[in-house]
């Protein structure tokens, strides 16, 4: 009897362990069953165990694939003469340097371009678009580099069989709670792919592009700043005149009226001087409002506070330029104008683009791998590991292919076409400054002596009226052209200067060179 028991013991003790195997086997069966839509979803949002963490080996997407196609457009957004995005009117302004001193400041000619340099928006902006184009090179540049990243995951499931129609007999339907803890390293990489590559080169061309382009906004800054120092120069020198004229209307007011109570000259000779000394006055405030404004503007373009008072220290006199030789200072300036150059950097890039969208076309080869501690817990655990190698071959895609094509091959032959215009454009800058220059010349000469012409006739005028000769309208008359060659000589003196600024910038000299230009050769 003891023995017939100890057998009936020991097989349901060997029916207990079929049953706890067999429940291991459905439970292993559920999971294969059920677990395979789960874990396609769980591997999307958290790798775990040997599932290989996707990757973004595959071909590169041509134009599609990077930034490139905006910045293109970069190079072609402002006043024809620079290649910035910045817009012209950027570098009419700056951001504030310091706060106001309170007292009357000297501000020379080299301290205001000093300041534009530092401050002015344009600069600021283009320094924020080469960042910009460095950053994409950047993200271009991953994409040929080895990918490693990390995880570490634990997955706590308890899955409930008879959700899923599996039931068996004897057999509980909620399986679990149970663990499955990773911790994996991946490891991606591009071994073959040359769309990749291209878009690269063009990213690599866009960046050198956009440092020739922040090396041609200082150029424009010179030119900017110097333009508004010498046109309160100018204004300056017209307020001065004008001071002088008002002067010369007082002396002859007071003769007039002397004259009249002296009883040789009748009331309309006073009258008459009256008028032309009020319209001095008048002419005088708005001469001195402009110079106020254009100040204001000048300190707008180089960062310095509104409200600070300062006055110009250079006035930048009349110097004659020697003739120069228009072939060669063309030649010049088609090496040494930054712009110009930063078009030929798009040329290339939109070239590397070009060939990037016909590489689409070709296989990708890459690897993905990842290692790492598979198990229950970290103390129960082994390692594991997956390499794979990957071919991708593109098959049917060919409305893609093409149209990248046709995009790519618009947009190298666009800047090709602007780089041939960008070489006009610097040719007829040339040319244009080098005319303003010798045109402005002969109007300085030419109104220098109006100038003294005018002073001449109004002293002989004035002469004759207080000699009690004439009367005092050939004064008033000659006072008007005196008023008229002054602004015409004021005005020839500033078109002189400018053009010659402007020159350097043609030439690409305008930061390093003005001094030489503006004080003649």
């Known amino acids: 009897m003891v023995q017939r028991n100890g057998k009936i013991v ?66 072609y957004t402002a006043s024809g003469q620079n ?80 959700a899923y129609g599996l039931k068996f007999p004897g057999l509980h339907p909620i399986v679990g709670p149970f663990q499955v803890v990773d911790f994996r390293a991946y490891l991606t990489q591009n071994l073959f792919n040359l769309s990749a590559l291209q878009n690269y080169l063009a990213a690599k061309h866009n960046f050198a592009a956009s440092k020739l382009t922040a090396q041609d906004a200082r150029d424009l800054v010179v030119l900017t700043v110097g333009n508004a120092y010498l046109v309160c120069v100018a204004d300056a020198a017209r307020v001065e005149a004008v001071t002088a004229e008002l002067a010369t209307s007082k002396v002859t007011l007071d003769q007039a009226v002397a004259a009249h109570e002296a009883g040789t000259s009748p009331k309309l000779d006073v009258l008459r001087a009256q008028v032309d000394y009020q319209n001095g006055q008048q002419t005088l405030i708005s001469a001195k409002n402009e110079l106020s404004k254009d100040k204001l503007a000048l300190a707008r373009v180089i960062g310095l506070p509104l409200d600070q008072e300062y006055r110009l220290t250079d006035l930048v006199p009349y110097a004659a330029f020697n003739d120069v030789d228009p072939q060669a200072t063309v030649e010049q300036a088609l090496k040494t104008r930054k712009d110009l150059a930063a078009s030929g950097e798009q040329v290339k890039a939109a070239e590397a683009q070009k060939k990037s969208a016909w590489d689409y076309q070709l296989p990708v080869a890459s690897f993905v791998g990842d290692f790492g501690d598979l198990g229950q817990t970290p103390g129960h655990s082994h390692s594991s590991y997956t390499a794979t190698g990957q071919l991708t071959v593109p098959i049917l895609q060919i409305a893609k292919t093409r149209g990248q ?38 109007l300085v000469e030419a109104t220098h002596s109006n100038v003294e012409l005018a002073n001449e006739a109004l002293n002989e005028a004035q002469q004759r009226f207080k000699a009690g000769v004439s009367d005092n309208l050939p004064v008033s008359q000659a006072q008007s052209q005196t008023e008229q060659a002054n602004d015409q000589y004021i005005s020839a003196l500033y078109q002189h200067n400018i053009a010659k600024l402007s020159l350097a910038r043609a030439l690409g000299a305008a930061q390093t060179n003005y001094k030489d230009y503006l004080g003649g050769k």
């Open 10 to 75: 020991a097989g349901r003790a060997i029916d207990t362990e079929v049953a706890r195997l067999f429940r291991g086997a459905v439970v292993v069966l559920g999971l294969t069953l059920l677990g395979q839509p789960m874990l396609a979803q769980d591997t999307q949002a958290s790798p775990s165990g040997n599932q290989p963490r996707p990757t973004q080996t595959g071909p590169s997407s041509g134009p599609q694939s990077s930034a490139m196609a905006g910045a293109q457009q970069q190079l």
């Open 83 to 162: 290649g910035a995005q910045v817009s012209s009117d950027s570098f009419k302004g700056s951001i504030v340097e310091g706060t106001s001193t309170g007292n009357l400041m000297d501000l020379s000619l080299d301290d205001a371009i000093q300041r534009g340099l530092r401050n002015n928006l344009g600069i600021i902006l283009q320094s924020a678009a080469q960042k910009n184009a460095n950053g994409q090179r950047l993200e271009e540049l991953q994409s040929l580099l080895p990918t490693l990243t990390g995880a570490a995951s634990i997955n706590v499931q308890q899955v409930n069989l008879a």
């Open 405 to 442: 094509n046709e995009v790519a091959a618009a947009n190298y032959e666009q800047a090709r076409a602007r780089l041939g215009d960008q070489a006009q454009q610097v040719n007829q800058d040339v040319h244009d400054a080098i005319l303003d220059i010798q045109a402005a010349a002969k």
